[in-house]
């Protein structure tokens, strides 16, 4: 009888340490990844092509144009929708630009299509890239139209994302006039440090075009700009185009603190 009391005595001793035992932990889910907001504009290209043939098959024409296109999502504010629309008006007026149905209409009178094969041809390659507050926008342009040979040119646009409009190359920085200044005088250093043959090549009013670089194709890439300079514009088709690259590390001070900021993501370095 004792032990059974002292076996009832033990357990009853257990019960509150038992009871004092905290609840094991309800299991936690993990919490669940949610995608991310779409943004609220992207750059798209849209190709716009035809081509025309005489009654007998003969290929007269063709053409091909890529546009950029700025699209806005359903998350895009007033401010976007607006940027959208002045980006893609100027794209506008780069379709309406070209050649297009034109280029038949001047076809069917070259009889020397159908002797040589080659037919009238348009065409229009973008390239761009978002750097920084920007987008720099590139247009590489060949066409052929029965002349004595083909003709190539590139042409560019910069478009500036905070104020929404299309701006001229040396706005990136704080003093316009500097950066073109310096951009001037390092694409000089570049030619005079070419063959003696090249520059003979050139056209004696090259200084005065290289000056006025912000007229030309200028593309903002990673590391710097590139200046390109179209067959004619300061030398003859037969020396083709002629491209200058300007390192940004070159060009910071002209670009001035907020151009550098805006830019490059850093102050300039003075």
Known sequence: MKRLLSIMLSMALCLPMVACEPAPAEPVDPPVDQDPPPPPYAF????TADKYSDTDGTMLAA?????LRMKTSETASEEDIARAAAFNETMD???ENQLGSELREWAVYDER???TREYYTDELKVTYAEMGGFVSICYDSYSYTGGAHPNARCFSYLFDMDRGVFVDATEIADDPELLRATVTDLILDQINGMDQEIRDGL???YPSVVSQWNDRCVVLGEDGMTVTFSAYDIGPYAMGALSFEIPYASITTALGEGGAEKLLGTPSRQ
């Open 44 to 47: 798209v290209v849209e190709n």
């Open 63 to 67: 053409y091909g144009y890529d546009i």
């Open 93 to 95: 007026t780069v379709l």
């Open 113 to 115: 299509i159908k002797e």
């Open 203 to 205: 056209f004696e009013n």
